[in-house]
Nanobody, 126 residues
Framework: QLQASGGGLVQAGESLRLSCATS????????IGWFRQVPRKEREGISC????????SYADSMKGRFTISRNNAKNTVYLQMNSLKPEDTAVYYC?????????????????????WGKGTQVTVSS
C-alpha cells in the first residue's frame, strides 16, 4: 500500500512537503509518480521519478516550483512544493509502477500504475 501525507491548508506563496510511504513492499524497484485531482476534472500528472532517482519529470506548470525526490532506504518519496498558488488546490496522490519508468511518459499518464495511495488534501488560500 501507499500512503500520501503532508497536505494541509496554506496561504499562497507558502510551501508544503508531501510524503509517500509504502507498506508491504519496497519502493526500490518502482518508479513513483505524483498526481492530483480536483472535482469534475481529470486527474493531472505532476511529477515522476525513476527507480534510481536518475531521472525526473514535471508538468510544465510545476517546473521550478516542485521538486520530487526519493529515499529508498526509508521507502519514501517526497514532493516539495514551493510558491504554492490557489490553483494548486487539489487532492494529491502518489502511485507506483514496477520496473523501468520514463518519467515524461509517467507524467503524461501513459503507465498503468500498480499501486495508488489514498490522497492528501492540499488547499491554498489566496
Amino acid at each position: 500500500q501507499l500512503q500520501a501525507s503532508g497536505g494541509g491548508l496554506v496561504q499562497a506563496g507558502e510551501s508544503l512537503r508531501l510524503s509517500c510511504a509504502t507498506s508491504g513492499f519496497t519502493l526500490n524497484y518502482y518508479g513513483i509518480g505524483w498526481f492530483r485531482q480536483v472535482p469534475r476534472k481529470e486527474r493531472e500528472g505532476i511529477s515522476c521519478i525513476s527507480v534510481s532517482e536518475g531521472s525526473t519529470s514535471y508538468a510544465d506548470s510545476m517546473k521550478g516550483r516542485f521538486t520530487i525526490s526519493r529515499n529508498n532506504a526509508k521507502n519514501t518519496v517526497y514532493l516539495q512544493m514551493n510558491s504554492l498558488k490557489p490553483e494548486d488546490t487539489a487532492v494529491y496522490y502518489c502511485a507506483a509502477v514496477r520496473g523501468t519508468v520514463i518519467p515524461d511518459r509517467c507524467v503524461r499518464g501513459d503507465y498503468d500504475m500498480d499501486y495508488w495511495g489514498k490522497g492528501t488534501q492540499v488547499t491554498v488560500s489566496s
